[in-house]
T-cell receptor, first 116, second 113 residues
């Protein structure tokens, strides 16, 4: 079974530029998550989709971050314009359940963003 | 809302020694608790979980954790460390009305030969 796929694995940009990350969850997984992991910290949830609808985006900085999950499968996370503090690993995860969160998530390898 | 706190950002043990990684939780309701592991350049993977029932939970690779309500703890242990156990370990819990997975800050485990 293929895992969660993410790209690109690494990205270096200058502040005020834009960047986009792509995620393809495990086939059949209804729920998709984007987490931000800053160096030395645990992952922090940015947004959760169930199928193609947003379940929780309360911690997404909406002035600069956006995410979509068209057709309820793959997803993109965009940052525009980027700030220095956005330097982090962006993790995509998926879970099979479409009901209450069981906490059993499958993570991709992450996309490491460096903002100079 | 539930939060988890991991004590010790770095732990070093010798190969063959006991591994003990500490996690405490705060919650007003019975918790759902997890340990995830992140090997270098890999995604996080679930090691074990506690929901209800038996308080001693066994996971993959010989790890186990014990839920202790009186101590609000969910420490991760392994009797004998292997070099391959070197990784970052995250304690996590479900929190909020939306039951979101909230992670601790992580503990980097180093295994010395």
């Amino acid at each position: 079974e293929a895992g969660v796929a993410q790209s690109p694995r690494y990205k270096i940009i200058e502040k005020r530029q834009s960047v986009a990350f792509w995620c393809n969850p495990i086939s059949g997984h209804a729920t998709l998550y984007w987490y931000q992991q800053i160096l030395g910290q645990g992952p922090k949830l940015l947004i959760q989709f169930q199928n193609n609808g947003v379940v929780d985006d309360s911690q997404l900085p909406k002035d600069r971050f956006s995410a979509e999950r068209l057709k309820g499968v793959d997803s993109t996370l965009k940052i525009q314009p980027a700030k220095l503090e956005d330097s982090a690993v962006y993790l995509c995860a998926s879970s099979l359940t479409s009901g209450a969160n069981t906490g059993e998530l499958f993570f991709g390898e992450g996309s490491r963003l460096t903002v100079l | 809302a539930q939060s988890v706190t991991q004590l010790g950002s770095h732990v070093s043990v010798s190969e063959g020694a006991l591994v003990l990684l500490r996690c405490n939780y705060s919650s007003s309701v019975p918790p759902y608790l997890f340990w995830y592991v992140q090997y270098p350049n890999q995604g996080l993977q679930l090691l074990l979980k506690y929901t209800t029932g038996a308080t001693l939970v066994k996971g993959i690779n010989g790890f186990e954790a014990e839920f202790k309500k009186s101590e609000t703890s969910f420490h991760l242990t392994k009797p004998s460390a292997h070099m391959s156990d070197a990784a970052e370990y995250f304690c996590a819990g479900l929190s909020g009305s939306a039951r979101q997975l909230t992670f601790g800050s992580g503990t980097q485990l180093t295994v010395l030969p």
